[in-house]
């Protein structure tokens, strides 16, 4: 399960290294080898019912990662939530990434599109904050007033972290990309 959970980063790491045609090699790598873990991790779980559980959790691992922070920003801001209220916040968060694509665009397969075209991190920007607003009023419902306006910030604060980290990828890593952009450009 450990290889499984960071496999998708290294992906990202291989692709961007990558030159355009060796890249469907590495993603159908990628593909063999997330299906062997699957299946291994599912064998050892020999039970439907954890299986079932061990993908709903690993589904939500994204949002999970969120939690993390933003538990301490608001415990620091002395607005802890509580367990439900983080429950309710992933699962919404979950089901927002889900229907927007997001979850499509930008994992798995869907790298490879976004390495094709330019524009990736305004393409991420646009979906992040398209993400966001599709979230509606629904977040003040969860949270308290104090809670709301601090997850909105750090919300703001996470996607300008993400697309600062993927421009510099972009101009260190990818040999076709990042070193031809200017400083404040991004592909």
Known sequence: ???????????????????????ESIMKKWEVDRKQRLEEIRNFLNNEEDWDRYLEYSDRIPEYEQMEGLREVMTEQGAPMSAEQEGQLVDLLYSARVESGMRDRWQGRGILEQLSKPGLVQR??????????????????????????IF??????????????????????????GPKLSPGEDR
Do not use: F
Not at 1 to 23: C, K, V, Y
Not at 125 to 147: C, F, K, M, N
Not at 152 to 177: D, H
């Open 1 to 23: 399960a450990g290889a499984e959970l960071g496999s998708e980063d290294m992906l990202w790491m291989e692709l961007l290294i990558a030159e355009g045609g060796d890249r």
């Open 124 to 149: 991420l920007r646009d979906d992040w904050e398209s993400g966001v607003a599709s979230l509606g009023d629904t977040p003040r419902q969860i949270l308290s007033s104090q809670q709301a306006e």
């Open 152 to 177: 909105e910030a750090v919300q703001a604060e996470m996607m300008e972290e993400m697309t600062a980290e993927l421009s510099e990828g972009l101009r260190y890593l990818s040999p076709g990309l």
